[in-house]
């Protein structure tokens, strides 16, 4: 059994709501939501005496490097941009790791508890290495790890990440959630 995961049910909207295979979970938006979501669903299914085979996350991520075209992208790494450690170092945190990883090729998401759509957030998440920002990435690997199930993070380019992008994203997410259930009805052949 695999677990889907989105932050927003809107993001699962194109999605059927009975998946063979699969079980559900929204976990609501930013990393506190999707941590605690994801260790309730992981605990739960432990306490059942069984493990998930693999968490599958979907959802949208706004782009931040003007190379990333649209589209559906596998995330291999994710790192924070809204922290710093205790030497003021920028994308460091106190005691998480750097940089968490899924164990698959694909791209570096910035993952921060704000909704990027300015320029100079943009140019602060690159410099960190991030071509794609989102609010729970990071979060939902860093558990996955900690539970010793294997992650598949996919995201869709919503939007560009600068300005206007907030007006813009509850236009787009219907159609990036129907490019997701395509992706993953192809990929996972349900």
């Known amino acids: 059994m695999k677990l889907l995961v989105a932050a927003l049910s809107s993001e699962l909207q194109a999605f059927p709501a009975d998946l063979s295979g699969f079980d559900r979970l929204v976990t609501g938006p930013g990393k506190l939501m999707a941590a605690f979501g994801l260790t309730r669903a992981l605990d739960a299914q432990l306490s059942a005496g069984a493990q998930y085979d693999e968490i599958v996350v979907v959802g949208t991520a706004g782009a931040v490097d003007d190379e990333v075209e649209s589209g559906i992208y596998d995330v291999a790494a994710a790192i924070q941009h809204d922290v710093q450690d205790l030497d003021g170092i920028l994308g460091r945190h106190v005691s998480l790791p750097h940089r968490v990883e899924t164990g698959r090729e694909g791209v570096t998401i910035a993952t921060g508890d704000i909704f990027v759509d300015d320029v100079d957030a943009v140019a602060r998440i690159r410099s960190l290495g991030g071509v794609l920002v989102d609010m729970e990435t990071f979060a939902f690997v860093w558990v996955a790890q900690q ?44």
């Open 147 to 190: 539970f010793g199930v294997p992650i598949r993070v996919l995201r869709v380019v919503s939007d560009r990440a600068q300005d206007g992008a907030t007006q813009i994203w509850d236009d787009v997410v219907a159609a990036c959630s129907a490019q997701l259930w395509n992706h993953v009805r192809r990929e996972y052949e349900v």
